[in-house]
């Protein structure tokens, strides 16, 4: 679709756009699962909604800057929840400039391409590369910029993939030694939150000056990043 053109609005900002690609692969999805778990709830990012007794949410396309300007890192991902919406059971994310799918969940270890990933180990913050975003409009905010920088502060070094999905699948590798980010959306965080557990990660949630931080990564990565952002 891409290499034909594909056509773009803006939601938010020039950087958050969503392509009818966004939309066919959200479409696919969902009738998809309608189909094979007519009972089970939908959330999609780009609208898609229906109750149910569980809900799957969906991101069609996770990193669609990077999608529509032909860049590395972006994905589709998917994650499954009980009456807790905010506790995946299942997570799965397809990176298609890999090749890799990423499979895990409370009842099944972490894979890749149906390989089982080894069980992540506990690393100082100092030792690991942290993966993060920080938007440019809200730079002169505060009580986001002031608690990341301080947490990033701490790793060996940082970086900004623009697909959190993607990077959480790399935080359940162990090829990135963690993950932070302010207000996460569901379907930014479910997915790759339920991958780094099943890796035998951690995937918290901290809440401090009205914000709420999504931090993945092993015990000791993601106790060290909760201090940091809790001691600003």
Excluded at 77 to 86: N, R
Excluded at 114 to 140: D, N
Excluded at 207 to 221: F, L, M, P, T
């Amino acid at each position: 679709m891409r290499r034909e053109g594909v056509a773009t609005h803006r939601k938010t900002s020039i950087s958050d756009v969503v392509t009818a690609a966004d939309l066919a692969a959200e479409q696919l999805v969902a009738e998809r699962l309608r189909i094979a778990r007519p009972q089970d709830g939908i959330v999609g990012e780009e609208g898609a909604n229906r109750p149910g007794e569980r809900t799957w949410f969906i991101d069609p396309v996770d990193g669609t800057y990077n999608f529509l300007w032909d860049l590395p890192s972006w994905c589709s991902a998917l994650a499954l929840t009980g009456s807790d919406t905010t506790t995946p059971l299942l997570g799965a994310v397809f990176d298609p400039g890999r090749d890799e799918l990423w499979l895990g969940g409370v009842d099944a270890a972490t894979t890749c391409n149906g390989t089982r990933l080894p069980q992540l180990r506990s690393r100082p913050l100092a030792e690991v590369s942290v993966a993060s975003y920080l938007h440019p409009a809200t730079l002169p905010d505060d009580g986001t910029r002031v608690p990341l920088l301080n947490a990033i502060a701490g790793a060996a070094t940082v970086r900004m993939l623009g697909s959190g999905s993607v990077e959480l699948a790399a935080v359940a590798a162990g090829r990135l030694g963690g993950w932070v980010q302010h207000d996460s959306l569901d379907w930014d965080w479910l997915p790759g939150a339920a991958l780094v557990r099943a890796a035998g990660g951690r995937a918290d949630t901290v809440e401090h000056n009205g914000h709420r931080w999504h931090i993945a990564g092993s015990d000791q990565v993601v106790e060290e990043i909760a201090a940091r952002i809790v001691a600003t």
